[in-house]
């Protein structure tokens, strides 16, 4: 019963995706905000206001219907394309730079597809397709294997690597681009706390991989790390500060230096190609209670994606989900964004899609980490109301920060604001303020409403609300399908979200499997996250019950 069939090394420890956003103490706000409302000039230049913004986005467009309210479906304010996969991606997301192909794990193993066709084409390994620039892509654990991009989507049977590197340990690599010349680039590949450099020359038609220099350990103690794209930067959840910090990278010293500290736990970040921009996924609203880090996202968590400008300082929201996750966001070398988009319906069904958003002007706030006096002006204060107001309505009793409750309020289309705010201010508002024990836990003071902030009034709230119209940004969607059932039972399920790493769990002998019932009941259910399965991730309730009832019935037939 040991996991003696896997080969991840424990670096893969929380190497996944989400978390929840941590209680933020403070609203960060802004220089640049005033007592009236600036995001007109601020942050709407450029919108086309046209009367045909009241459509749903998206959030609508997807499988089911949640049954909310209109106004819980804000116009996302990129321009996205969606296209429905055909195989359920499961394991890490990436984005080649310009080619138009993304590269996941999956059910059936590793793919690269087409991102605007949703097409697959299989290569070796089960989990961990990273590319490395346009040519060649990588696949994870000792040996790290380099294979050939082009052999891959010509559906070649048994495609070889074009080289090995037995030096090169672990996994959830991440790829930096140290120099081009002519046809020879050379790359910084990092997994598990290793780093070390490579080269690709094209030259000579297939590619041709080298390993220049030596490998470096470093850094390895930081959760979730990504390479900048110019190899000298390393994003991480540093759990010391428990947030998402950015760390320079000194070579020579093996050091890792934090230069900047996003102020919150977030997703895997993926920079931009100029380093300028950070996009990661970030949960919200689930509960408030810290160990819910890295979770694999569970229908309602509505993980949504978020870009931090480093320059301007400025936090924006790319999507506003209701009923749907959203999460490993890729830059491409164009600065468009690709990431993974699933659908809940009611019908139990999922719906998966690849989605390319280009970003024009999203909203944005002002966002300093450690500001404590930002934010703190009535106007910011009435857009957190608005944006908690508004995340009590939509979704299913959960929470958000201030910041990001500003945000999504800044985010809504003017007249869906307003309607929240009529419809709902008076009705809610002392509640809101009241710390109130969910099924998701209980608010605390980051969740809730400010009980100061529970006496402004409806027209202060109004007067907050965005006023020019949201441009129009639905997506377009490419092909259909990408509709798959929810696991109807424990097995599917196990052999969905285990099974990718216990291959040989004896599944169809259930005398075997009961006798994995207990560490399998444990490790489901432990609020650590370096125990927790699946590794990296975590069940949402309903299918922890299916898992214990499954066992509860094996027990008593035995
Ligand atoms: C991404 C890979 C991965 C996935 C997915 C995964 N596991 Fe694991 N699992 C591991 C690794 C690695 C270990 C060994 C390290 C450890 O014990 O933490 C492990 C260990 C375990 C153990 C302890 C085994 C023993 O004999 O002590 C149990 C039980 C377990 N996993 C259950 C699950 C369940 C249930 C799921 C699905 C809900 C799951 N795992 C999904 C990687 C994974």
New binding site residues.
């Given amino acids: 019963?040991?996991?003696n069939n896997?080969r991840?090394p424990?670096a893969?420890l929380l190497c996944c995706l989400f978390f929840q956003l941590a209680p933020s103490p403070n609203a960060r706000g802004g220089d640049d905000s005033t007592a009236t409302n600036p995001n007109d000039a601020q942050t709407q230049t450029g919108r086309t206001g046209t009367a045909e913004n009241t459509q749903a986005t998206s959030t609508t467009t997807g499988i089911g219907d949640s049954g909310k309210p209109e106004l819980c479906y804000p116009t996302d304010s990129a321009t996205l394309t969606k296209t429905f996969v055909k195989v359920y991606p499961n394991?890490f997301f990436r984005a080649f730079p310009v080619r138009n192909m993304v590269s996941h794990g999956s059910s059936d193993g590793n793919v690269i597809a087409d991102q605007s066709t949703g097409d697959v084409h299989k290569l070796p390994g089960p989990?961990d397709p990273v590319p490395m620039g346009d040519d060649v892509i990588t696949v994870p654990n000792s040996p790290m294997k380099f294979y050939s991009v082009k052999d891959v989507i010509e559906d070649k049977a048994d495609p070889q690597p074009l080289f090995e590197d037995p030096d090169m340990t672990g996994n959830y690599q991440s790829v930096g681009i140290l120099s081009h010349h002519g046809n020879v680039t050379r790359y910084r590949l990092t997994a598990g706390g290793n780093f070390k450099d490579y080269e690709v020359d094209t030259s000579g038609g297939k590619p041709k991989v080298t390993s220049v220099g030596t490998l470096t350990n470093m850094c390895g103690d930081l959760s979730l790390p990504m390479i900048s794209k110019d190899g000298t930067e390393l994003s991480g959840y540093d759990s010391t500060t428990q947030t998402t910090r950015i760390f320079k990278l000194d070579f020579a010293n093996k050091k890792c230096t934090p230069i900047l500290d996003l102020g919150m736990p977030t997703g895997k970040v993926d920079f931009s190609y100029d380093g300028n921009k950070l996009a990661f996924a970030a949960e919200s609203t689930r509960g408030t209670t810290r160990t819910a880090f890295f979770t694999i996202p569970a229908a309602n968590d509505n993980l949504n994606i978020y870009v931090y400008d480093r320059d301007r300082k400025k936090l924006s929201q790319v999507t506003h989900n209701v009923n749907s996750n959203s999460y490993y966001p890729n830059f491409k070398k164009d600065d468009s964004l690709v990431y993974i988009n699933i659908d809940y319906g009611g019908s139990g069904q999922e719906q998966v899609s690849y989605v390319s958003a280009n970003l024009d002007n999203t909203p944005s706030i002002p966002y300093e980490a450690n500001c404590t006096e930002c934010g703190q002006d009535q106007y910011n204060k009435a857009l957190q109301a608005i944006g908690k107001l508004w995340y009590s309505v939509c979704t299913a009793g959960q929470l958000a920060t201030d910041d990001i409750a500003q945000l999504v309020a800044l985010n809504l289309d003017p007249e869906k604001c307003v309607d929240t705010v009529k419809n709902y201010w008076n009705q809610q508002k002392a509640q809101l303020a009241q710390p109130v024990t969910t099924a998701l836990g209980t608010r605390d003071a980051a969740g809730r409403l400010n009980p100061a902030d529970a006496t402004l009034t409806e027209n202060k709230l109004l007067a907050a609300c965005p006023q020019a119209p949201r441009r129009q940004a639905n997506p377009t969607i490419v092909g259909d399908g990408g509709v798959f059932a929810k696991p109807k039972n424990a097995e599917e399920l196990?052999s969905r979200?285990?099974e990718?790493?216990?291959h040989d769990w004896p599944t169809n002998n259930p005398k075997e499997m009961l006798k994995?019932g207990v560490?399998?009941l444990q490790?489901?259910e432990n609020p650590d996250p370096n125990?927790r399965?699946?590794?990296?991730g975590q069940?949402n309730t309903d299918e922890i019950k299916m898992i214990r009832i499954y066992f509860e019935k094996l027990s008593q037939q035995q």
């Fill in positions: 019963m040991r996991p896997i991840f424990l893969l394991y989990y196990m979200k285990c990718v790493c216990h994995l560490t399998i490790r489901i125990q399965m699946p590794r990296g069940l």
